[in-house]
């Protein structure tokens, strides 16, 4: 479901089974109109961190985004979105903190441009990516640097006309996979493999030096809308995306 209207809200608790993935995408320059609103939701912590961002833009979206999580986190747990806190991996991977991480509730975002993805599961390791298609980017130099010899082969392979696409999916795929797996900088990128087509049903070909790592994850592409791609990834395969 896309988000756009400042006045949005939830009417009723929010249901969240365990075999599903839940997606909300965000309308980032939609939802800026309500940042007093927003405001309201944050902590004291993530006020001051939004008075900071010195471009009204950045600060929006970091309003939008960070309320929009507590909205739907409140809704799933049933509680006012103002009471409940979070805490963070050795890694800086977030997660809910306190009496509320007993909820099993697992959570990403993710943001580009316009537009935020949240992605909500209980009791599997998630992650996801969204970015806007560029065309100021280096394809190229960039995969050279950052993508394994064999998606650096799938690219070359890839036609002119629908090369930075298949580039732009190769990123979100891998960027999913490290946010899921909660490693941050300390994955090589190039130390896995994820698939650059169109339409893969689990993107994540390779792992290595633990080839059996593969089969733990579901990692696909989920739609963002035009002139967007976003991946997800997820621990396991018994499941269901609700978006």
């Avoid at 950045?58 to 103002?82: I, K, S």
Wanted: net charge positive; charged share 25%; aromatic share 10%.
């Amino acid at each position: 479901m896309k988000i756009s209207d400042p006045a949005f809200h939830i009417a009723a608790p929010l249901s969240l089974p365990p075999n599903e993935v839940q997606l909300w995408r965000l309308d980032l320059e939609g939802l800026a109109a309500g940042e007093t609103r927003w405001q309201q939701l944050l902590s004291d912590d993530e006020r001051t961190r939004a008075a900071r961002f010195l471009v009204p833009r950045v600060r929006q979206q970091f309003v939008v985004t960070r309320a929009l999580l507590r909205m739907f986190l409140g809704g799933y747990l049933g509680v006012d979105p103002c009471r409940f806190s979070f805490r963070q991996s050795s890694r800086n991977k977030p997660s809910l903190g306190g009496p509320h991480a007993e909820s099993a509730i697992s959570f990403n975002v993710a943001h580009s441009g316009g537009m935020a993805l949240l992605a909500f599961t209980r009791r599997r390791e998630i992650g996801v990516d969204v970015e806007q298609v560029r065309r100021d980017v280096d394809v190229e130099a960039i995969a050279r640097r950052f993508f394994s010899l064999s998606e650096q082969e799938q690219l070359g392979a890839v036609s002119p006309d629908h090369k930075l696409e298949a580039f732009f999916r190769c990123w979100t795929r891998k960027e999913a996979y490290v946010k899921a797996k909660g490693e941050g900088l300390w994955l090589p990128l190039d130390q896995f493999d994820v698939s650059v087509a169109v339409g893969i049903d689990n993107a994540l070909l390779a792992t290595r030096p633990d080839r059996s790592e593969a089969a733990r994850w579901s990692l696909r592409e989920v739609a963002a809308g035009p002139g967007y791609v976003a991946a997800l990834c997820v621990a396991g395969h018994d499941y269901r995306v609700r978006d």
